[in-house]
């Protein structure tokens, strides 16, 4: 599965858009970009999956340009809350594998 | 979505001994996976754990000393052998399902187990 480069760390306040990019330059035909968020002392949590364009839930929104070479996780609006480590993932549409985890992106939140 | 529970939470474990932990899902599945999270750092896969078959260990880890056990298609279990301090980690099961139309497979994580060995 194609690895996948984000920042290891970003800063943001509450009330503010933030986005994270992930760069994943050899992603197969059938693969999917999927992001996961993971706080202190919990298993991480899916949060947004897209395979081209934008995908938009409750969440998050995951916008994905015609390469599809990179996507961008934004989050609407953040609060303290919001304070965690993002993973961006490269996943096969065909399932049945576990995960490959990278360093992930440790957002931090202030007031 | 699947809820997952592992015991036990957490434990304090002597080097030499061994600790087997235990991942219940509320429903049937497939597929469960096996991670493990060393402090500070990212999840990185022991295992994949079929029902009926024989688990499927990733590069770096061995069946002798990570012997995972599958009953049926809502339990699991992954001994951590022979322990000493550098498998001191969080021990996390996942569930894989289906995400939706127009997706793939998402997976659910349990809470993990932390593994302290002295």
């Known amino acids: 599965l194609a690895k996948t480069t984000q920042p290891i760390s970003m800063d943001s306040y509450e009330g503010q858009e933030v986005n994270i990019t992930c760069s994943h330059n050899?992603?197969?035909?059938?693969?999917?970009i999927t992001w996961y968020q993971q706080f202190p002392s919990q298993g991480p949590r899916f949060i947004i999956q897209?395979?081209?364009t934008k995908v938009t839930n409750e969440v998050a929104s995951l916008f994905i340009p015609a390469d599809r070479k990179s996507s961008t996780l934004s989050l609407p609006r953040v609060s303290l809350s919001d304070t965690a480590v993002y993973y961006c993932?490269?996943?096969?549409?065909?399932?049945?594998?576990?995960?490959?985890f990278g360093k992930g992106t440790h957002l931090i939140i202030q007031p | 979505s699947a809820v997952i529970s592992q015991k036990p939470s957490r434990d304090i474990c002597q080097r030499g001994t061994s600790l087997t932990i235990q991942c219940q899902v509320d429903?049937?599945?497939?597929?469960m996976f096996w991670y493990r999270q060393q402090p500070g750092q990212s999840l990185t896969l022991i295992a994949t754990?079929?029902?009926?078959?024989?688990?499927?260990?990733e590069s770096g880890f061995v069946i002798d000393k990570f012997p995972i056990s599958r009953p049926n298609l809502t339990f699991s279990t992954l001994t951590v052998s022979n322990m000493s301090p550098e498998d001191s980690s969080i021990y996390l099961c996942?569930?894989?399902?289906?995400?939706?139309?127009?997706?793939?497979?998402?997976?659910?994580f349990g809470p993990g187990t932390r593994l302290t060995v002295t």
């Open positions: 996942s569930v894989e399902d289906w995400a939706g139309q127009g997706t793939s497979y998402e997976q659910y």
């Open positions: 050899n992603i197969a035909t059938n693969d999917y």
């Open positions: 897209g395979y081209k």
């Open positions: 993932l490269v996943v096969s549409g065909g399932g049945a594998d576990g995960l490959t």
């Open positions: 429903s049937q599945v497939t597929m």
């Open positions: 754990a079929n029902q009926g078959s024989e688990a499927t260990y």
